[in-house]
T-cell receptor, first 112, second 114 residues
Framework: EAAVTQSPRSKVAVTGGKVTLSCHQT?????MYWYRQDTGHGLRLIHY???????EKGDIPDGYKASRPSQENFSLILELASLSQTAVYFC???????????FGPGTRLLVL | GEKVEQHESTLSVREGDSAVINCTYT??????FPWYKQEAGKSLHFVID?????DRKQSQRLIVLLDKKAKRFSLHITATQPEDSAIYFC?????????????FGQGTSLSVVP
């Protein structure tokens, strides 16, 4: 089965601080995604990538940057964390030509 | 852009009964409709999907129906068991040969009570 891991699993950050969330997959998948989950909103796509060294904006990219240094790794960066970015963040991967996405365990971020 | 509405935010059924979760979408170009399950405190995992070239798909106790005219699709869980209790998310995408950008519904929390 596909393996997607995330670190950290939970984090408390201060408003205005920098936060980096990391994702690693061992599936040899081309596509990787970052979503945030808020109560009542389901999952919303922040950024995605289909090849190393390239990222694309999703539906809610404002306040977030992404980095894909290799096929296996995909990071989400909050340069200036804000209270509104408190959420659970999920990373996912999928294979080119395959629609099923495989999700990581999630990172619970609390911004104070 | 695509919007997916999941009509039931919570649903409670008795063990052994059927559960039905309904979703609607807005983009007529959407052609791929997966369902994901999130158990308490865990991540999401894929359970079943349907593509626009069929209107019904079954996998064991799960049935997905698609009504393209109404832009509506639904998940039917038959003979529910306690382990079916979870949050279920529907999603839609205009799947291409290489990429599936999913738009998710808000989630339905299903409780199966003994």
């Amino acid at each position: 089965e596909a393996a997607v891991t995330q670190s950290p699993r939970s984090k408390v950050a201060v408003t205005g601080g920098k936060v980096t969330l990391s994702c690693h997959q061992t599936n040899n998948h081309d596509y990787m995604y970052w979503y945030r989950q808020d109560t009542g909103h389901g999952l919303r796509l922040i950024h995605y990538s289909y090849v190393a060294d390239s990222t694309e904006k999703g539906d809610i990219p404002d306040g977030y940057k992404a980095s894909r240094p290799s096929q296996e790794n995909f990071s989400l960066i909050l340069e200036l964390a804000s209270l509104s970015q408190t959420a659970v963040y999920f990373c996912a991967s999928s294979d080119s030509g395959q629609d099923t996405q495989y999700f990581g365990p999630g990172t619970r971020l609390l911004v104070l | 852009g695509e919007k997916v509405e999941q009509h039931e935010s919570t649903l409670s059924v008795r063990e052994g009964d059927s559960a039905v979760i309904n979703c609607t979408y807005t983009d007529t170009a959407s052609s791929y409709f997966p369902w994901y399950k999130q158990e308490a405190g865990k991540s999401l995992h894929f359970v079943i999907d349907i593509r626009s070239n069929v209107d019904r798909k079954q996998s064991q106790r799960l049935i997905v129906l698609l009504d393209k005219k109404a832009k509506r699709f639904s998940l039917h869980i038959t003979a529910t068991q306690p382990e079916d209790s979870a949050i279920y998310f529907c999603a839609a995408s205009t799947a291409s040969s290489s990429f599936s950008k999913l738009v998710f519904g808000q989630g339905t929390s299903l409780s199966v009570v003994p």
